[in-house]
């Protein structure tokens, strides 16, 4: 009896379906060797998403994987979502700059650096189609043409100190540039953002607590202001589960300001 032969297409679904079962400590690149055309498949799934941590002193970190340069330089066009958070000098290093040549097209970018992000940093990845964005800095830099346009396309934005309504790093006018920002995730509440940005929907204020992820109250009657509390080490899993299944930190605030709006519009 002949193998089942299926159309390509239903192949395409069977495998990505396998894919996503495989659990926790297992590999899913033996799934790789099964033919030339299921390895194209499935790379195109897997590379969509990267992130990794590297410590001094620790092995780096890979969630779920890290891949090689030579394999980002055949696949790394269809990474969308990549995290990258060093920690101190490491030997697996590579300047962030050259992934972002490899991978064109990120439009999720995590990018957490011990010493910080100056202006040339920010200006590295700005080619970037960006719309979401973590970067550890204090302040955004001063609007220069090519970062008007770059912050006109961002809608999150995560982890600026100082971006506030009140002058200092990011001032007002440096905020009028995001024009298209709905999601702000920032350490204090600072209810004037909402009149500063008039496109904001959601403000997040995140702190790291000593537990996963919880969502509470705030200070503030405002139903779009929202509190997340992240454990200490959780911030990669809360990542992942927004890009993979949309209930982290960003999906998570929306459902809470969904429902707070439906019970105040029912008043």
């Given at each position: 009896m002949a193998d089942p032969i299926f159309p390509p297409e239903i192949e395409q679904v069977i495998f990505t379906d396998a894919l996503g079962l495989k659990h926790d400590g297992e590999s899913p690149l033996d799934l790789l060797l099964v033919a030339r055309r299921v390895h194209t498949w499935l790379m195109e799934v897997l590379i969509k998403t990267i992130a990794f941590t590297l410590r001094r002193g620790?092995?780096?970190?890979?969630?779920?994987?890290?891949w090689e340069i030579n394999t980002l330089e055949r696949?790394?066009?269809?990474?969308?979502?990549?995290?990258?958070?060093?920690?101190?000098?490491?030997?697996?290093r590579i300047e962030p700059a050259r992934y972002f040549?490899?991978?064109?097209?990120i439009t999720?970018?995590?990018?957490?650096?011990?010493r910080g992000l100056n202006q040339a940093d920010i200006e590295s990845f700005s080619h970037l189609p960006l719309t979401h964005l973590s970067i550890n800095v204090y302040g955004l830099p001063?609007?220069?043409?090519?970062?008007i346009q770059f912050y006109s396309r961002i809608t999150h934005l995560e982890n600026v100190s100082g971006f506030s309504s009140s002058g200092g790093g990011s001032d007002s006018t440096t905020l009028r540039y995001f024009t298209s920002l709905t999601h702000v995730a920032i350490p204090d509440e600072d209810e004037n953002l909402f009149g500063c940005i008039p496109t904001l929907q959601v403000l997040v204020v995140s702190r790291v607590?000593?537990?996963?992820?919880?969502?509470?109250?705030s200070g503030t009657d405002d139903p779009r202001v929202v509190e997340v509390t992240?454990?200490?080490?959780?911030?990669?899993?809360?990542?992942?589960?927004?890009?993979?299944?949309?209930?982290?930190?960003?999906?998570s605030a929306d459902n809470v300001v969904r429902e707070r709006l439906k019970r105040k519009t029912a008043l």
């Open positions: 620790t092995p780096a970190r890979k969630y779920p994987f890290r696949y790394g066009m269809h990474t969308r979502h990549f995290f990258y958070w060093e920690g101190g000098t490491h030997p697996d040549a490899l991978c064109p097209n999720n970018l995590v990018l957490w650096i011990g001063k609007a220069t043409p090519k970062l607590g000593t537990t996963g992820l919880e969502i509470g109250g992240y454990g200490p080490n959780s911030q990669v899993e809360e990542w992942l589960l927004d890009v993979q299944e949309g209930r982290g930190m960003w999906g």
